[in-house]
C-alpha cells in the first residue's frame, strides 16, 4: 500500500511538473508574434519616432493632442503610432519604458502622412551619426505631408537636409547650437513654432502642445482645436502664441 501511494505521488510530481513546463512554454510563445496596432481607413497616418533618451513631454504632448482627433465627429482623424529602429522597449530620458509599434528597419510600414520628431537625449551629437534613421527621415518626406519636430528634434530634420531653403527653430538654448553646425539654414528666436510648407518645429517642452495644436486648426479649424484644447485644459488661441508663418 505504501509501494502504491509513494509511486502516485511521484507520477502526480512529474505530471505537474510537465504541465508547468508545457504552460511555460505557451506564455512564451503567446509573447513571440508581435502585435501591430489597428490602423483605420481614411485617417492620417502619424508616426512617432522614437529611441532611447526621447524626452517625455516632446513624445507625449503632440501624442496627446492627435490621439484625441478620433473623438471628434466629421474630421478626418489620425492614427497615431510609434516607430523605432528595435522590437525592443525603449527607454526615455525620464525612465518610461515603450514598446514601439512598428520597426522601421524590418517591418513593412504604413504611408506615414505626418512624421514626429520628439527630441531625444542625443539629437545634438551621436543620434546624427545613424545614418539609417537619417536615410529613414528622408524616405519618409518624400511622400508625407508634413514632417514635425518638438525641440532638438529639428536637428534630425536638419541632418537629413530637408530644412535647406526653409525656416526653422528648435529649443531656446540650443538655437545657436544649430545655427553653427547648420549655418545656411534660417533659423528664427524668440518663437514658439514656424510653419514653412508642410515642415512645422517647435521650441519643444510643454509648447509642443500649441505646435500639435496649430496643426490641427490648419487641418480642420479653429473649433475642432479649441475642443482638443479643452480636452486637455489648455487655453487656446494661436494669436496669444510667438509663432512665425511663411505665406
Known amino acids: 500500500m505504501k509501494k502504491l501511494v509513494f509511486l502516485l505521488t511521484v507520477l502526480c510530481i512529474v505530471s505537474c511538473n510537465n504541465k508547468a513546463e508545457t504552460t511555460q512554454i505557451e506564455v512564451e510563445n503567446t509573447f513571440t508574434e508581435k502585435v501591430y ?28 493632442i492627435f490621439q484625441h482627433t478620433i473623438f471628434r465627429e466629421n474630421i478626418k482623424a489620425m492614427n497615431v503610432f510609434t516607430v523605432a529602429n528595435t522590437d ?46 537619417i536615410d529613414f527621415v528622408k524616405k519618409v518626406d518624400q511622400e508625407a505631408e508634413f514632417m ?49 510648407g508642410k515642415y512645422i518645429t517647435s521650441a519643444g517642452g510643454a509648447k509642443s502642445f500649441e505646435a500639435a495644436l496649430y496643426l490641427c486648426e490648419y487641418l480642420y479649424g479653429k473649433e475642432i482645436a479649441r475642443s482638443l484644447a479643452g480636452g486637455l485644459v489648455i487655453d487656446w488661441n494661436v494669436e496669444d502664441v510667438p509663432h512665425f508663418i511663411v505665406d
Not at 48 to 58: A, H, P, S, V, W
Not at 107 to 120: E, G, H, N
Not at 170 to 192: A, E
Request: some cysteine; proline content about 7%; aromatic content about 8%.
Open 37 to 64: 496596432p489597428k490602423l483605420e481607413p481614411n485617417r492620417y497616418n502619424v508616426a512617432f519616432l522614437i529611441m532611447d533618451g526621447t524626452y517625455n513631454t516632446e513624445l507625449t504632448a503632440p501624442f496627446d
Open 88 to 133: 525592443e522597449p525603449i527607454t526615455t530620458f525620464e525612465g518610461m519604458r515603450i514598446l514601439p509599434d512598428f520597426n522601421y528597419v524590418t517591418d513593412s510600414l504604413p504611408k506615414i502622412d505626418i512624421l514626429v520628431v520628439p527630441s531625444a537625449e542625443h539629437h545634438l551629437d551621436t543620434d546624427l551619426e545613424n545614418k539609417t534613421m
Open 148 to 196: 514635425t519636430s518638438h525641440c532638438d528634434g529639428a536637428f534630425v530634420l536638419a541632418e537629413a537636409g530637408i530644412l535647406d531653403k526653409k525656416v526653422s527653430t528648435t529649443f531656446p538654448s540650443d538655437i545657436d547650437k544649430m545655427r553653427k553646425r547648420y549655418p545656411s539654414l534660417d533659423i528664427r528666436k524668440d518663437v514658439l513654432f514656424v510653419h514653412d
